[in-house]
């Protein structure tokens, strides 16, 4: 029975309001966790009941207090989610507010129950089409949502779709927002496990039983049934009445998850990722936050949902770097999953191929547990990695391709199977330039040359979005039809197979055409139904995948990976690599890579072709423990901008003059950033390094927090970075 709180502190979604007090009028029962509303001024504020202890504040006399309107009808935050929020907010150095506010979600799922009106097309014959109905009666096939999201959907006007209404071609359906999910069926299809499948699965199902505190690193090669293991823990969870989280990457993996987890458990888990429908989001936060969500998958911003009874965590593809945030709280939810299982008393399982070597590393010092799964399922064996080295078999003049590539992919088209082709690097080239005078085409608002795009005939910018169509004169000397397209992109290589295996079907696999569930969705079935001989694509094909025919990979550019030269370049290289090798041979049929590379002599290019993931591993740790950089030393990063230069200029100088003198510590910078101007932003930056004893967070914010800035400028702290632009 919670005590009855006739005052209470309220977290509240605005940094300037800090946090403000309230009394609770009689009748009302809050709690720490609440979710609230109170008067402020004449509007209203949304907060969450906090213990007033944790939260310093002035203390307002009870007769000065004003009375909270109402609590919302939802369960109040869990205690251990609190503790996790303040754990993030303060190891991130992010505001305590902005972190809560990822628990919430949505405004709409605080308010409870009820209906909602979607929209789906009738299949009234319709007598006279305008060309804009039209077009929304072809997109619109299948779809059911709001008419704001059908809108975009169809990309057509609201009015449009208004006007197919009254006309009856779209017709109305409510729905419920609350209706609960099917169960998932702890035994609807248990695969019978290879022994070290079951080995595995056995250690994390009695983890499970336990309810303790487990991290593992479950770490097996590509193809080796890592999904099919953890499955079993999430099963036992299930059968325990607990809730599992999922973490994926990315929503281009989820798909495929979906499937495979509908065919184990016979129902879809609950999604949760940015591209939800707004009805969706609501009904998935209000399952989760009252328990009734059994499994969700979702991407990193799943993790501070409020989860009331958590028995399992999952992170797949433990090593991706986009489990790191890297705008509003910065923070890496592979890190913070561990955490919050910590909290939750609860295992967590982080599954890899190529693990990171920070989780090697902690598996090493016995913090986590490593569980290996060293062979492939069903007796496949791993692919033969061999080099290719371009100064040696360079590829035909305006070509990217090297000759026994082109061979190799030949004959499996000749034999039925397919091959799929690597590089990460979207559009048609990266850099396009006036073959007369020079004039390179940049971003106006980055430092950033515009990509071409040939799909959409435009060059844009992958930093801001900015995009022009390309012109057919040079904007500086007035030559027409004098630009010239610099290096490949993967549009550029899709060319050149259309080129050289003008029979063979291709797919390009890339965000630009693999943006919604759909098109990822009819990918993977035309991959599967070898209705495609070769895929074309960025990271994006890189993991996750099963395609049992696919015998060939070829990297096109395996030194592109290593041209930055940030920290983990080698390692970053090592993974892609290497999983994108792992797509290869996952069926009956062995698989072989050709890695393109200028430098063959490159020690991750060296490991890669050897195959030798411990020897790559131990040169890479000692190299980062030479330079004491993470996991042995630990790094953050201060990030300075402002529209103006000068003004960003004096700001980033005025906080390297305060720099602390520590011996614990050392401050490099600032610097211009590399990315020095970011939409329409100026940037410098700072890199600290610090021993690991350090209490980095601490110095930073005493070094910080006394200065100000004018207004124009942010000063963003990135604690254990990833990006370095
Ligand atoms: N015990 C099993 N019974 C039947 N099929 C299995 C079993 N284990 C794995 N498989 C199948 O083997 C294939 C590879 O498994 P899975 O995709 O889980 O590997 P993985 O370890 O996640 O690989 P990657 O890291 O490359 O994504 C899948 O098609 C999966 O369904
Ligand atoms: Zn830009």
């Known amino acids: 029975m919670p005590r009855q709180m006739n005052r209470v502190r309220l977290l509240v979604f605005n940094a300037a309001l800090g946090v403000l007090d309230y009394s609770v009028p009689e009748g009302m029962t809050v709690e720490p966790g609440s979710v609230v509303v109170g008067p402020l001024g004449p509007r209203q504020v949304l907060g969450i009941v906090w213990e007033p202890e944790r939260l310093s504040a002035q203390e307002v006399p009870d007769a000065k207090l004003r009375p909270l309107l109402e609590v919302l009808p939802v369960p109040p935050l869990p205690?251990?989610?609190?503790?996790?929020?303040?754990?993030?907010?303060?190891?991130?150095?992010?505001?305590?507010?902005?972190?809560?506010?990822?628990?919430?979600?949505?405004?709409?799922?605080?308010?409870?129950?009820?209906?909602?009106t979607e929209y789906r097309l009738s299949g009234e014959e319709p007598k006279r089409l305008t060309p804009q109905r039209a077009v929304a009666l072809d997109a619109l096939q299948g779809e059911q949502a709001s008419i704001r999201e059908l809108a975009e959907l169809a990309s057509v006007s609201e009015g449009v779709l208004r006007g197919m209404v009254g006309a009856g071609l779209l017709e109305p359906v409510t729905v419920d927002l609350d209706r609960p999910?099917?169960?998932?069926?702890p035994d609807f299809d248990q695969p019978e496990l290879s022994e070290g499948q079951r080995k595995a699965a056995d250690t994390f199902v009695e983890a499970v039983k336990a309810r303790k505190f487990a991290p593992f690193l479950l770490d097996g090669v590509t193809g080796s049934g890592k999904t099919e293991t953890y499955f079993e823990a999430v099963a036992e969870a299930i059968r325990e009445g607990r809730q599992i989280l999922v973490l994926l990457p990315e929503i281009a993996l989820t798909e495929n998850f979906l499937r495979r987890f509908e065919q184990r458990f016979g129902v879809s888990p609950v999604q949760w990722h940015s591209s939800l429908k707004a009805s969706e989001r609501r009904r998935a936060w209000r399952a989760i936050a009252f328990g009734e969500a059994q499994v969700v998958v979702g991407a990193r911003s799943a993790l501070f949902l409020p989860y009331p009874k958590l028995g399992l965590i999952v992170v797949d593809e433990a090593h991706e770097v986009s489990f790191k945030q890297?705008?509003?709280?910065?923070?890496?939810?592979?890190?913070?999953?561990?955490?919050?299982?910590?909290?939750?008393?609860?295992?967590?399982?982080?599954?890899?191929?190529?693990?990171?070597?920070?989780?090697?590393?902690?598996?090493?010092a016995g913090v986590y547990r490593k569980i290996d799964l060293p062979d492939r399922f069903g007796g496949a064996t791993l692919p033969q990695i061999n080099i290719l080295d371009l100064r040696q078999e360079p590829p035909e003049r305006g070509r990217w391709l090297a000759p026994r590539l082109v061979d190799e992919m030949k004959e499996r088209l000749a034999r039925g199977e397919q091959s799929l082709l690597f590089l990460n690097r979207r559009g048609y080239a990266p850099l396009t330039l006036c073959r007369n005078c020079g004039y390179r085409f940049q971003c106006p608002n980055c430092t950033a040359w515009l990509v071409e795009h040939r799909f959409s005939q435009r060059l844009a910018c992958h930093h801001c979005g900015h995009e022009t169509p390309v012109p057919e004169a040079c904007p500086d000397c007035g030559t027409a039809d004098c630009l010239v397209a610099c290096g490949p992109g993967v549009e550029r290589i899709a060319d050149e197979v259309a080129e050289i295996l003008p029979e063979a079907r291709t797919a390009l696999v890339t965000s630009d055409t693999m943006n919604n569930p759909e098109a990822i969705a009819e990918f993977v079935a035309m991959a599967e139904g070898r209705a495609i001989d070769v895929i074309i694509g960025t990271q994006l094909v890189?993991?996750?995948?099963?395609?049992?025919?696919?015998?060939?990979?070829?990297?096109?550019?395996?030194?592109?990976?290593?041209?930055?030269?940030?920290?983990?370049?080698?390692?970053?290289?090592?993974?892609?690599?290497?999983?994108?090798?792992?797509?290869?041979?996952?069926?009956?049929?062995?698989?072989?890579?050709?890695?393109?590379?200028?430098?063959?002599?490159?020690s991750v290019i060296a490991a890669l072709a050897a195959g030798d993931r411990d020897a790559f591993y131990a040169a890479e740790t000692e190299a980062r423990r030479d330079a004491g950089a993470p996991p042995f030393g630990r790094w953050a990063a201060i990030i300075v901008s402002s529209e103006d230069l000068s003004e960003a200029q004096s700001a980033a100088r005025a906080i390297g003059g305060t720099a602390p003198d520590h011996p614990d510590m050392l401050v490099l910078g600032p610097a211009p950033a590399p990315l020095s101007l970011l939409r329409g932003r100026h940037r410098f930056?700072?890199?600290?390094?610090?021993?690991?004893?350090?209490?980095?967070?601490?110095?930073?914010?005493?070094?910080?927090?006394?200065?100000?800035?004018?207004?124009g400028v942010r000063v963003h702290i990135d604690i254990d970075p990833y990006s370095f632009v």
Not at 181 to 185: I, K, V
Not at 579 to 595: F, M, T
Not at 696 to 710: I, K
């Open 79 to 116: 205690a251990r989610l609190r503790r996790l929020i303040e754990w993030t907010a303060d190891y991130y150095c992010a505001q305590l507010s902005s972190v809560a506010r990822m628990a919430l979600g949505s405004s709409a799922a605080l308010r409870g129950g009820g209906t909602t």
């Open 181 to 185: 999910y099917p169960p998932a069926l």
């Open 326 to 364: 890297d705008d509003g709280v910065r923070y890496n939810a592979r890190d913070v999953a561990v955490i919050r299982a910590k909290f939750e008393q609860i295992p967590v399982i982080l599954a890899s191929a190529t693990p990171a070597l920070e989780s090697m590393q902690l598996a090493e």
């Open 542 to 602: 890189t993991k996750g995948y099963h395609f049992p025919e696919l015998t060939l990979v070829g990297v096109v550019d395996a030194d592109l990976g290593l041209e930055g030269g940030d920290l983990r370049a080698a390692e970053r290289t090592y993974q892609q690599v290497a999983q994108v090798a792992g797509r290869a041979g996952r069926g009956e049929k062995p698989g072989e890579v050709l890695i393109q590379t200028r430098h063959p002599e490159a």
């Open 685 to 711: 930056r700072l890199l600290i390094n610090a021993r690991r004893s350090a209490e980095l967070q601490r110095y930073l914010r005493e070094w910080l927090d006394p200065l100000e800035f004018p207004r």
